[in-house]
């Protein structure tokens, strides 16, 4: 079993940041490739940003290329997004997600508003 909890949610104005953690635990961090994921409500989840278990391979979402940045510390069992030029329409609650061929592991998510 993964345990996966996500921080640095919140609410920011158009234009802003924000950067948010996932903190692994339970089975051997490295050993797992990383996603972020959301969901607006009324849509459906949508994949925004993965990372594989070195770190040397990342791929986004077209809607948030050139504005997200998907990182991993190995050492520390945590996963990152940081989220700059934000726009009202990634306004979502923000999942993570972990894995090997598919994503089996994900945490409860975080909030992220991002205001005209």
């Known amino acids: 079993q993964v345990q996966l909890v996500e921080s640095g949610g919140g609410l920011v104005q158009a234009g802003g940041s924000l950067r948010l953690s996932c903190a692994a635990s339970g089975r051997t961090f490295s050993n797992l490739a990383m996603g972020w994921f959301r969901q607006a409500p009324g849509k459906e989840r949508e994949s925004v940003a993965g990372i594989s278990k070195s770190g040397g391979s990342t791929y986004y979402a077209d809607s948030v290329k050139g504005r997200f940045t998907i990182s991993r510390d190995n050492a520390a069992n945590t996963v990152y997004l940081q989220m700059n030029s934000l726009k009202p329409e990634d306004t979502a609650v923000y999942y993570c997600?972990?894995?090997?061929?598919?994503?089996?592991?994900w945490g409860q998510g975080t909030q992220v508003t991002v205001s005209s």
């Open positions: 997600a972990a894995g090997g061929i598919v994503y089996n592991y």
